[in-house]
């Protein structure tokens, strides 16, 4: 299996956009640390395996690997996010390959690596069957595929599907990405690895958030959650009662899920291996 003719690529804008929104994320890696410490040992990733992390923000998966003795490289499509990543690397003194690209058009051979990850990552590729099949590809038979999602129900779930729904509306025809938060329900993940998998299995964790109170977390996220600042700017500018709308809705999000100055972030995690 190849990969995708980019030229053909009908979502060249959409993808264009997502690199300008998640430019911002390094400030969130701090919370995604912990998260990526237990995907990696979800995963079982050993000295001297091959590793891929799709969709590696600032690196805190491909560096956790690393630091296990995997040989590990990473792809992004956000260029401010693989510079924070080296940068980490660096300090963490692991020698890792990140490369600008796209999760629908992996630029790796079939069958490259032992294992492939990824974390809050390729759930925002717009075509699910299109990412799968090319994080599939690039895993060698016997491999092992494992990634970390949110449920619909859970707190972040919630908060993608509030931004989705205040979007406008695309043109009529217009293809319109699967929600990430779809990612997030077993019964899907096991419908989109299909049977070229073998051993599916699932664990839920809890990553937590200091919250000294909601607005306080509204104004975080807002301030570091790409698309829900986009979203608010937006608004702002085009319908302010809306925008307050909005950040009325999430902050009611954060007091449902904030327990003793802790915002509560479950999360699911998947892993398989690939049929030989």
């Known amino acids: 299996m190849s990969a995708p003719n980019a030229t053909a690529d009908p979502f060249v804008q959409f993808k264009a956009m997502q690199r300008q929104t998640w430019s911002g994320f390094a400030a969130n890696e701090g919370l995604t640390t912990i998260a990526a410490g237990e995907l990696v040992e979800f995963a079982n990733v050993r000295q001297g395996e091959t590793a891929l992390d799709v969709a590696c923000g600032t690196g805190v998966v491909a560096i956790t690997a690393a630091l296990r003795g995997a040989r590990v490289e990473g792809l992004d499509l956000t260029p401010p996010l693989l510079e924070r990543a080296r940068q980490n690397a660096s300090l963490a003194r692991v020698d890792i390959k990140f490369t600008e690209g796209d999760a629908e058009a992996l630029p790796y051979p079939d069958a490259s690596f032992d294992v492939v990850l990824s974390q809050y990552g390729h759930i925002f590729a717009p075509r699910p069957e299109v990412v799968t099949a090319q994080m599939l590809r690039v895993l060698k038979p016997g ?9 619909a129900e859970t707190m972040p779930g919630q908060l993608f599907t509030v931004i989705a729904g205040n979007m406008p509306s695309p043109p009529p025809g217009a293809p319109v990405p699967a929600p990430s938060v779809q990612w997030g329900e077993p019964a899907i993940v096991r419908q989109r690895l299909g049977d070229a998998v ?41 319908s302010p009662d809306r925008a307050a709308a909005v950040r009325e809705e999430v902050r009611r999000l954060m007091i449902d899920n904030t327990r003793n100055n802790t915002l509560l972030h479950p999360y699911l995690m998947s892993m398989a291996t690939k049929k030989r």
């Not at 491999?143 to 449920?151: D, L, V």
């Not at 975080?220 to 937006?234: D, H, M, R, V, W």
């Open 143 to 151: 491999g092992r595929i494992a990634f970390t999602t949110w449920p």
């Open 198 to 238: 073998t051993g599916l299995r699932f664990r839920r964790e809890m990553m937590v958030v200091p919250a000294l109170s909601p607005h306080h977390l509204v104004a975080y996220f807002e301030a570091n959650i790409g698309p829900l600042q986009k979203l608010l700017t937006s608004l702002d500018q085009t």
